[in-house]
């Protein structure tokens, strides 16, 4: 069984939303931090992590995915405040949890 995330990441004025899918959410977040990844979100510093759902079904995960890309931003701004109403950074409350 393997392990599948969909997550919400931010710039530090929290005015971009990305949503992205992986399967591993530490080195993926580590990736756009880096800025390794090229494109949207090194174009717009997008390397905050503000939301995440997991899933050990890769379709499932995708269609989430597809399902929150497609969501009006009012939506995805409730989704994050319901799971992180501070906007933290959990990249790194992960990374202490490892």
Do not use: P
């Not at 993926?28 to 174009?43: M, Q």
């Not at 995915?65 to 409730?78: C, T």
């Amino acid at each position: 069984m393997r392990d599948y995330y969909v997550f919400i990441l931010t710039n530090k004025t929290n005015n971009v939303l990305y949503v992205g899918v992986t399967n591993d959410l530490l080195r993926r977040i580590n990736e756009h931090k880096k800025k390794i990844v090229h494109g949207f979100t090194s174009k717009y510093n997008l390397n905050k992590l503000i939301y995440y759902e997991h899933t050990s079904d890769v379709w499932s995960a995708l269609q989430r995915e597809k399902q929150l890309k497609n969501w009006r931003r009012s939506w995805k701004i409730d989704l994050i405040n319901s799971f992180n109403s501070e906007w933290k950074d959990l990249y790194y409350k992960l990374l202490e949890e490892c």
